[in-house]
């Protein structure tokens, strides 16, 4: 799902165009070699891509979601002081704006 993002895919349809995309395919395995494109399954759907958003996206999840960011990121700071704590820190957030279509409930 992020790479579909970062790759400048709008939305969860365009999944399934990209199903059995042999470079998403294999982009995205663990597997080695050709291994991924011999599978008869191919990647997420669309449906399941929502039902997994709409999980994410519940309010004991986003807690969740928040602590381990949170920790990802004292990890990597950590690591990259020596494990020393840094005396200070900038936060430089950028907001990627997503554009959303139709008129649904709470969609910006």
Same mark, same amino acid.
């Given at each position: *799902?992020?790479?579909? /993002?970062?790759?400048?895919?709008?939305?969860?349809?365009?999944?399934?165009?990209?199903?059995?995309?042999?470079? *998403?395919?294999?982009?995205?395995?663990?597997?080695?070699?050709?291994? $991924?494109?011999?599978?008869?399954?191919?990647?997420?759907?669309?449906?399941?891509?929502?039902?997994? @958003?709409? *999980?994410?996206?519940?309010?004991?999840?986003? =807690?969740?979601?928040?602590?381990?960011?949170?920790?990802?990121?004292?990890?990597?700071?950590?690591?990259?002081?020596?494990?020393?704590?840094? @005396?200070?820190?900038?936060?430089?957030?950028?907001?990627? $704006?997503?554009? /959303?279509?139709?008129?649904? $409930? =709470?969609?910006?």
């Amino acid at each position: *799902m992020l790479l579909l /993002v970062a790759q400048g895919w709008r939305d969860h349809d365009d999944a399934d165009a990209l199903r059995d995309d042999p470079a *998403m395919r294999l982009s995205i395995s663990s597997s080695a070699g050709l291994t $991924p494109l011999t599978e008869e399954v191919g990647l997420a759907s669309q449906p399941t891509l929502s039902r997994f @958003t709409e *999980m994410l996206a519940r309010p004991e999840n986003l =807690k969740v979601l928040r602590e381990a960011a949170l920790e990802l990121v004292g990890r990597n700071l950590r690591a990259e002081n020596g494990g020393a704590r840094r @005396t200070r820190i900038t936060l430089d957030v950028d907001s990627l $704006p997503v554009e /959303v279509h139709g008129h649904r $409930p =709470k969609a910006e």
